[in-house]
């Protein structure tokens, strides 16, 4: 069994910024990806950003230049910094995060989402 417990959402106003964090905990031998997903109302939840094991990034054109994703392996985290914020960031964030319990096993996981509203 595996948690993701994302950290960081909120109310903040355009400009401003906020870091989300999501820790996984449980069965892992290895997180290979993670990323942050954003799902507005009305909305297909789409891909923000994304980190491999060793670092490499991809980033939604839109975010580019004002998130940075980030992952710290010994602790099983990743985040998100996001920088002047603009109203239409405004959604809930899931963490997601391929993990293999052992070198041959591995699944996707969620987090359970957090809200982040930015106002104008």
Do not use: H
């Not at 964090?21 to 997180?31: K, Y």
């Not at 392996?73 to 914020?85: C, I």
């Not at 239409?88 to 969620?110: L, P, Q």
């Amino acid at each position: 069994q595996v948690q993701l417990v994302e950290s960081g959402g909120g109310l903040v106003q355009a400009g401003g910024s906020l870091r989300l964090s999501c820790v996984a905990s449980g069965s892992i031998f290895i997180i290979s990806g993670m990323g942050w997903y954003r799902q507005a109302p009305g909305k297909q939840r789409e891909l923000v950003a994304q980190i491999t094991f060793g670092g490499s990034t991809n980033y939604k054109d839109s975010v580019k230049g004002r998130f940075t994703i980030s992952r710290d392996n010994a602790k099983n985290t990743v985040y998100l910094q996001m920088n002047s914020l603009l109203p239409e960031d405004t959604a809930v964030y899931y963490c997601n995060a391929d993990i293999k319990a052992t070198m041959f096993t591995g699944r996707n996981y969620w987090g359970q989402g957090t809200q982040v509203t930015v106002s104008s």
